[in-house]
């Protein structure tokens, strides 16, 4: 009993010992570990968009995409394996540097478009009163209204149609001053309704009817003596619905029944179509009716009910363009936060199909959706997605609706969205937004959006095959630690931004019982890291213990390193004369150790609320570092057993540490409000 409660004592001094005699190589490991993470979260902004996202944007918070990353590691290692034992060790090699290679411009660009690239300035809105109201967008310019009240009386006396066409004037001189031309509608009634065709848009105000488009003339356009409530225009035909709820053609006596949801529904936005058809949405459907054509009735070809209200609605070029006939898409927005679209075609009669590639839904936007626009801002291919929630304006394009704007807005009632293009060189267009009497723009432009710089991008990959041209030729411990330190915060910086911290956390939990599993039980963790050491491969960090080390003749095994409990002792005194040996040894670190500490780093920076600033700083920031932090608490204990030559099982430590960082950081400095658990299956 004695001796045994004198033994661990005696270890813990040894371990001691050892620690101060190698204090150089450990303090070497925890500089490369902190100098690893530290890089990633200076690349991190880079990649902190939606496109990068290993799962998408909804995917960060799924748990089936880390159960997928994991059993890839577990099918990777037993690749290693299997070909080591059959000595297969050309394909390790060779296959590993492909992939080391990617994973190197991970880094390299973005660290080389970081030192040559001037980043453009920031988007800003500007906020301005404005007595405009928009009322829809047509192709690259929109439309928009304004009262006409007596400044004396107070009365109204009608209403000012204009179509804005540029965001700037003949002078430069806008966005406010905007190129347009308008027409005066007279009317007694404040209330009008409008439908959009393929030329402009009809007004009507239940006793007039106005033609709108670009080449309007109030004498020939404006119907003083028409009971009309609604009005659409299609192939040169015009029509109305009376108070009565009859529809009827202009110029015709005949009246036709409309159906039943038009009267009992508010009607979100209408569209005529060229194939002498309506789009029609209403807060609870989305249909599709066929206006009257020799003798027929008015009635709907199709109609898609919707249990969550509807709030705003687009339609515009397809973001799935795949023929030369241009493809119309209708974006549905409801009070949910949910995008839904239909592919529509208005050339024939076919059946709309939904589009099944817009996953913008299930809780992707916050709160319901204000505002929806389908608009091209730079003259260029498809149109882009823009859409405005309870708190933000966010903008998606191409197929893979990569999210380039995502802008926090002051909101002051609901919000109206419109784009105009420009003609100034330094802008493409103008977004505009406008809430009550005030409006909301800013300016963007291609140049802002430039993922890389073209030489940043060349440079990079230039770096990285220079890099991997002397790991092959010459894998010197200092060359592996290079390329070991860049290929980490690449992969740092990726998988940090694909994973919300709790699905992170499960994610180094498991791997971490794993790891120690691989090593104490089965072993065959070591056998992976005597595979890398003796084909000189980076994916491990080496910290050489003298001046003279040579990696290149590392011949030791973590097999021979490995001791049994009853060895312990033996190897404890062997250590005594170590110095007298001059071991040249070093210490190794398996490249994922300081990958997992650091993907939750950067998933603490990426995923956690912003805006609580603490000494000029994010708090997010000073959470993914106290993260850190923590990480290099548990790799220091895990040193002090690494010391005495024993392989150990990194990860139960430095998770263990990096996990109780997060949890501690983020309680005291944003509170338990921000551990919130949120993810699904």
Same mark, same amino acid.
Request: proline share 3%; charged share 20%.
């Given at each position: 009993?004695?001796?045994?409660?004198?033994?661990?004592?005696?270890?813990?001094?040894?371990?001691?010992?050892?620690?101060?005699?190698?204090?150089?190589?450990?303090?070497?490991?925890?500089?490369?570990?902190?100098?690893?993470?530290?890089?990633?979260?200076?690349?991190?902004?880079?990649?902190?968009?939606?496109?990068?996202?290993?799962?998408?944007?909804?995917?960060?918070?799924?748990?089936?995409?880390?159960?997928?990353?994991?059993?890839?590691?577990?099918?990777?290692?037993?690749?290693?394996?299997?070909?080591?034992?059959?000595?297969?060790?050309?394909?390790?090699?060779?296959?590993?540097?492909?992939?080391?290679?990617?994973?190197?411009?991970?880094?390299?660009?973005?660290?080389?478009?970081?030192?040559?690239?001037?980043?453009?300035?920031?988007?800003?809105?500007?906020?301005?009163?404005?007595?405009?109201?928009?009322?829809?967008?047509?192709?690259?310019?929109?439309?928009?209204?304004?009262?006409?009240?007596?400044?004396?009386?107070?009365?109204?006396?009608?209403?000012?149609?204009?179509?804005?066409?540029?965001?700037?004037?003949?002078?430069?001189?806008?966005?406010?001053?905007?190129?347009?031309?308008?027409?005066?509608?007279?009317?007694?009634?404040?209330?009008?309704?409008?439908?959009?065709?393929?030329?402009?848009?009809?007004?009507?105000?239940?006793?007039?009817?106005?033609?709108?488009?670009?080449?309007?003339?109030?004498?020939?356009?404006?119907?003083?003596?028409?009971?009309?409530?609604?009005?659409?225009?299609?192939?040169?035909?015009?029509?109305?619905?009376?108070?009565?709820?009859?529809?009827?053609?202009?110029?015709?006596?005949?009246?036709?029944?409309?159906?039943?949801?038009?009267?009992?529904?508010?009607?979100?936005?209408?569209?005529?179509?060229?194939?002498?058809?309506?789009?029609?949405?209403?807060?609870?459907?989305?249909?599709?009716?066929?206006?009257?054509?020799?003798?027929?009735?008015?009635?709907?070809?199709?109609?898609?009910?919707?249990?969550?209200?509807?709030?705003?609605?687009?339609?515009?070029?397809?973001?799935?363009?795949?023929?030369?006939?241009?493809?119309?898409?209708?974006?549905?927005?409801?009070?949910?936060?949910?995008?839904?679209?239909?592919?529509?075609?208005?050339?024939?009669?076919?059946?709309?199909?939904?589009?099944?590639?817009?996953?913008?839904?299930?809780?992707?936007?916050?709160?319901?959706?204000?505002?929806?626009?389908?608009?091209?801002?730079?003259?260029?291919?498809?149109?882009?997605?823009?859409?405005?929630?309870?708190?933000?304006?966010?903008?998606?394009?191409?197929?893979?609706?990569?999210?380039?704007?995502?802008?926090?807005?002051?909101?002051?009632?609901?919000?109206?969205?419109?784009?105009?293009?420009?003609?100034?060189?330094?802008?493409?267009?103008?977004?505009?937004?406008?809430?009550?009497?005030?409006?909301?723009?800013?300016?963007?432009?291609?140049?802002?959006?430039?993922?890389?710089?073209?030489?940043?991008?060349?440079?990079?990959?230039?770096?990285?095959?220079?890099?991997?041209?002397?790991?092959?030729?010459?894998?010197?411990?200092?060359?592996?630690?290079?390329?070991?330190? &860049?290929?980490?915060?690449?992969?740092?910086?990726? =998988?940090? #931004? %694909?994973?919300?911290? +709790? @699905?992170?956390?499960?994610? *180094? !939990?498991?791997?971490?019982?794993?790891?120690?599993?691989?090593?104490?039980?089965?072993?065959?963790?070591?056998?992976?890291?005597?595979?890398?050491?003796?084909?000189?491969?980076?994916?491990?960090?080496?910290?050489?213990?003298?001046?003279?080390?040579?990696?290149?003749?590392?011949?030791?095994?973590?097999?021979?390193?490995?001791?049994?409990?009853?060895?312990?002792?033996?190897?404890?005194?062997?250590?005594?004369?170590?110095?007298?040996?001059?071991?040249?040894?070093?210490?190794?670190?398996? &490249?994922?150790?300081?990958?997992?500490?650091?993907? =939750?780093? #950067? %998933?603490?920076?990426? +995923? @956690?609320?912003?805006?609580? *600033? !603490?000494?000029?700083?994010?708090?997010?920031?000073?959470?993914?570092?106290?993260?850190?932090?923590?990480?290099?608490?548990?790799?220091?204990?895990?040193?002090?057993?690494?010391?005495?030559?024993?392989?150990?099982?990194?990860?139960?430590?430095?998770?263990?540490?990096?996990?109780?960082?997060?949890?501690?950081?983020?309680?005291?400095?944003?509170?338990?409000?921000?551990?919130?658990?949120?993810?699904?299956?």
């Amino acid at each position: 009993m004695e001796g045994d409660s004198i033994r661990p004592t005696a270890q813990i001094k040894e371990m001691l010992d050892a620690m101060k005699e190698q204090w150089q190589s450990m303090l070497g490991m925890a500089i490369m570990f902190v100098v690893t993470i530290v890089i990633g979260i200076v690349i991190q902004p880079f990649y902190d968009k939606p496109e990068f996202r290993a799962f998408g944007e909804a995917g960060a918070s799924q748990a089936r995409n880390i159960l997928l990353e994991f059993v890839m590691i577990l099918v990777f290692t037993a690749a290693i394996i299997f070909l080591a034992k059959w000595k297969k060790d050309w394909i390790i090699k060779y296959g590993i540097l492909g992939i080391l290679f990617i994973a190197l411009c991970y880094s390299t660009i973005p660290l080389t478009n970081l030192i040559i690239s001037t980043p453009s300035e920031p988007l800003e809105f500007e906020i301005n009163n404005n007595p405009y109201e928009i009322i829809s967008q047509k192709n690259e310019s929109f439309y928009a209204s304004q009262k006409l009240v007596n400044s004396t009386t107070g009365d109204f006396g009608g209403y000012a149609f204009y179509s804005f066409s540029n965001a700037y004037d003949e002078n430069g001189v806008g966005p406010l001053n905007m190129l347009h031309q308008g027409v005066v509608f007279f009317t007694n009634e404040e209330n009008y309704t409008f439908s959009m065709f393929d030329e402009g848009m009809i007004i009507c105000d239940g006793s007039s009817w106005l033609k709108l488009d670009q080449s309007h003339d109030i004498a020939e356009d404006l119907n003083n003596n028409i009971d009309c409530s609604l009005g659409f225009s299609t192939n040169d035909i015009d029509w109305y619905i009376s108070s009565n709820n009859t529809l009827h053609k202009i110029g015709d006596n005949q009246s036709y029944e409309i159906p039943e949801f038009i009267n009992n529904e508010e009607t979100i936005n209408i569209w005529s179509t060229k194939n002498n058809q309506l789009i029609w949405v209403t807060e609870n459907r989305f249909a599709l009716l066929d206006l009257p054509s020799e003798g027929g009735n008015f009635t709907v070809s199709f109609e898609t009910l919707y249990s969550t209200k509807i709030t705003a609605a687009t339609l515009g070029t397809s973001l799935w363009q795949e023929t030369e006939v241009e493809q119309q898409l209708l974006v549905i927005g409801d009070n949910d936060g949910n995008l839904t679209a239909w592919n529509v075609n208005l050339e024939t009669n076919t059946v709309p199909s939904k589009e099944k590639r817009m996953h913008l839904d299930n809780g992707f936007f916050n709160g319901p959706i204000k505002s929806v626009l389908l608009a091209n801002y730079n003259n260029y291919a498809q149109d882009e997605l823009f859409v405005i929630d309870s708190e933000n304006l966010r903008m998606f394009r191409s197929s893979h609706l990569v999210e380039q704007i995502n802008m926090t807005i002051n909101f002051e009632g609901d919000g109206n969205l419109a784009l105009s293009n420009s003609s100034r060189n330094s802008v493409d267009s103008v977004v505009f937004i406008q809430m009550n009497d005030k409006w909301q723009f800013v300016s963007i432009d291609e140049n802002q959006f430039e993922l890389v710089n073209e030489w940043a991008a060349l440079i990079g990959l230039c770096v990285s095959i220079f890099l991997m041209i002397v790991l092959y030729i010459r894998p010197e411990w200092y060359v592996v630690n290079s390329v070991g330190i &860049l290929v980490g915060s690449g992969v740092i910086a990726m =998988l940090g #931004i %694909s994973f919300v911290p +709790w @699905l992170i956390i499960i994610f *180094m !939990i498991v791997a971490a019982i794993y790891d120690a599993w691989a090593v104490y039980k089965s072993k065959h963790m070591l056998d992976l890291a005597d595979t890398m050491v003796n084909l000189k491969l980076p994916i491990l960090l080496v910290a050489p213990q003298e001046k003279n080390y040579s990696f290149l003749d590392e011949k030791d095994t973590m097999r021979e390193r490995d001791v049994s409990e009853e060895d312990w002792e033996l190897k404890t005194k062997s250590f005594k004369n170590k110095k007298e040996k001059s071991t040249k040894d070093a210490m190794f670190m398996g &490249l994922g150790d300081v990958i997992f500490p650091g993907i =939750l780093v #950067i %998933s603490a920076i990426t +995923w @956690l609320p912003q805006g609580t *600033m !603490i000494l000029g700083i994010d708090a997010t920031i000073w959470i993914g570092l106290l993260t850190m932090v923590g990480g290099l608490c548990g790799y220091f204990i895990l040193m002090g057993y690494v010391a005495l030559g024993r392989p150990q099982a990194g990860l139960p430590l430095l998770n263990s540490g990096a996990i109780l960082g997060y949890l501690i950081s983020t309680l005291i400095l944003l509170g338990i409000s921000a551990l919130e658990f949120n993810i699904s299956f």
